[in-house]
Every structure is written in structure tokens, then in C-alpha cells.
């Protein structure tokens, strides 16, 4: 297993290429189950994540080949298994977005519940409910849901109790192919959701409301392989340019959208931080202090659960108290233990933490709990005075493309070791 290492205190300059969406790639590699024939898919990131989820089509059935570095190649022509087992579910839990396209085209999926992970609970109870209304006979046996359905899923109304996106996802890929037609209402609204809108319109799915909270899916009868591109990742976006807050300097991240990030761009401006937006990219520069600001993490356009860890780190930089609200996971706050033995002064109650930047980090050695806390340990050690040792990277190497290179690329003291 390897470790990261940082010796903090360098500013960043220069450029970085941000990746394809993780959140993106995974539902729409899970959307070429759906129908026979081969799907090209452009800009697809080189993660752990990904891999699993190759891995899991290949079992169902799938072959697929890397074209190029980001480009993937799915034959699904041959899809006849329906079983996701536990030992990959366990590893990633958005492998349950294999239920909603095994159902649509099999009649048949039988996937291990995820279980709980270190952010919290997480059931998956919206997606089954979602599939029941859809005419699917659900069961749950030996840790696992067994859903079937005899002839087609049958189109109807869904509303969820809270925006969930790969519940969304899920209930989309398995109505597209349904008799008659669904509504989703309080549909989660991620842009990870519209790129997967674009690949089933391509593939001749009829959806309307893209980009809404209502969501109206005619049923068709088949449909046939497509080429998408992902869209850039919002969330290692968000990662560099808080990074950039953290550690100081001048960087300009391309091939990313600007657009995706509304609420992250208002607190980091509102923190000190310069910010120019381009078409695909964005320069950001910190020279001057910090200042503390509030956050609450809230569903697409709100401020991403994904990017709490990391301004939390940014806040412990600042010299002012800092109030953050997590209203997405009951457990997200693995990263503050952590960040308190770098010197942090940060208390949890409930789901709010309330942190008092003393406006410096200390390096010291600390542990990788999930993949967005693993990314806000990387920008304390940039920001830390003296060394920091991060261990359990492979939560890192699960969502981000080449962390160490890139931050190589534009100065950081970063690198890796086997532990
Ligand atoms: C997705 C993202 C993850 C991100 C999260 C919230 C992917 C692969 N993962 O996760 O990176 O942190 O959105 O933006 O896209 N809930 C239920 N029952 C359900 C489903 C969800 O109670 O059946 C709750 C969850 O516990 C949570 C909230 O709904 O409190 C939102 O979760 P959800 O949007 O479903 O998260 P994921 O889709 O798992």
C-alpha cells in the first residue's frame, strides 16, 4: 500500500487538466447494460472507481477496450448475467446503479445491499421503492436485492423524500425502456444527471425536465448504442481550487466548467480568494489572508457534501470561526480527528462542526478515512509547515486522476512511497 508524503508550505503556479467526472462516468458506463451493441464513451477518467465498475460489467456479461487513454469502448451484446456480488458492491456502493439497466433489459437483478461506509448509513430504500412502483417484485435474501419483473416495467409517478442522485439514476436507466411513462418528482439535479440524460436521449430514451427537479420519461421500446462525452468533475475542480486557496499562488485549471460550481465560487470569493471564469476554465489566485466563512451542504445548486472536507481544511487556515453545516450525511466529519492532529482547533456537534482557524497547520502523520477527506488531508499537508504522511491512499486513488502528478505539475513537494 502506498503512503503520500508532502513537505507544505509551496505556492502553486501554473496549469492543470481537470479530469472526466468520476459521478458521471459510473452511471453512464452502468447505462450501456440497457441495450445490445457497442457505446463509445469520451474523457473518461483513470480511477479505481472506474475500474470497478468495468470490472462488474465484465462479470454481467460485457467487454469493454480503452481506446486511448480516456476513451472506452462497451460491447454489451452479450449482458446475460444479473447478479452485482458483494465483494464488489462492498468496494464501491454506486455499483447498485447496475440494478435499474439489468432490470430494464434482463427483467432480472440481484445486487448486495452496500451496507454502511465511513460518510454514514447510506441505504439504498429510495431505489427499491422506485422499482416497486415500477412494477418490479423486490426481495431482499443473504444480503442481497433480488429484483424481477415478468414482461416490461410499467411507467408511473415517483417522488423522493430527499433528491437522491443515484437513486435518480437508477429509476431513470430502468423507466426509459418502461411501458408508458414515469415522472420523477423531487428529482436530485447534479450535472452528472443531465450528461446521463444526454447518453439515453442519444441511445432514443424521450426524457424531459433535464437539468429539473421533475423528470418525465416516455417508455420506449428499445434503443441503441451511443457516443457521449463525460463532463468535466466538478468535484476535483473544486479540490484544486481549494487547494490553491490553501497553499497560495496563481493557477489556471482547463477543460473544466465553471458553471457546475455556483455555490463553491460565492464562499471562496467570499474567503479572499481572486476567481476568473472562462468558458473551460477558471484562474484562481490567493495572495493576501483568509477570511472565515459559513457553509451548509445542501443537493445541487447548494454547496457539494463532496468539497465539505476540503474547505474544511481551507478554514482551519483562516483567523476567524467558521460554522459548517453537513445536511447530506449523518457521518461526514472523519476527516477532523485527523486534521486536529495537524493542529486544527475544530469541535463537532451533531452535524455541524464549528472550527477556529488559528491560520497555520502543523505536518504530522495522518490516515485517509473515505476519498473527499483523503483530499482535504492533502490540502492541509500543501498548506502545513514540516512534513505530512498520509496513509490508506487507494481512498485517494478511488476518485482522483493523477493527484500527485498534477499537484507536481504546478510546485507542490508531494509524492509517493510504498508504506
Ligand atoms: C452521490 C455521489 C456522492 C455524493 C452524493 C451526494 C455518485 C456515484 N455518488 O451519492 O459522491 O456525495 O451523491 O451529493 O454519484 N438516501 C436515502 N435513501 C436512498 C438514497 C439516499 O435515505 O435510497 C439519502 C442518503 O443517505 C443521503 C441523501 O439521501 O442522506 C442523498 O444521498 P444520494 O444523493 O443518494 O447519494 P449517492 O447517490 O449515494
Redesign the pocket.
Known sequence: MDKIIIEGGRKLHGEIKISGA??GA??IIAATLLCPGTHTIHNVPELRDIRTILQLLATLGATWERIDTNTLKINSDNVTEFEASYDLVKTM??SV?VLGPLLARLGRARVSLPGGCA???????????GFQKLGAQLELEHGYVDAKVCGRLRGATIYF?????????NILMAAVLAEGTTVIKNA?R?P?IANLIDMLTRMGARIEGRGSDRLTVQGVESLQPAEIEIIPDR?ETGTFLIAVGAAGGDVTLTNCNPSHLPSLFEKLRSSGLYLEEGETSIRVIRSGPLKNVDIKTM??PGF???LQAQTMALMTLTEGLSVIHEN???NRFMHVAELRRMGADIMVDGGKAIVKGHGKLNGARVMATD??ASASLVIAGLAAQGLTEISRVYHLDRGYDDLVGKLSAVGAKIWRERE
Do not use: C, W
Open positions: 468520476k459521478n459510473l452511471p456502493r454506486a446503479l460518510i454514514g448509513a447510506r441505504p439504498i430504500d429510495f431505489h427499491m421503492q423524500d430527499i433528491p437522491s442522485v443515484t437513486g435518480t439514476e436530485a447534479e452528472e468535484i443537493p445541487y457539494a457534501t463532496d447530506i450525511f449523518e476519498l473527499r
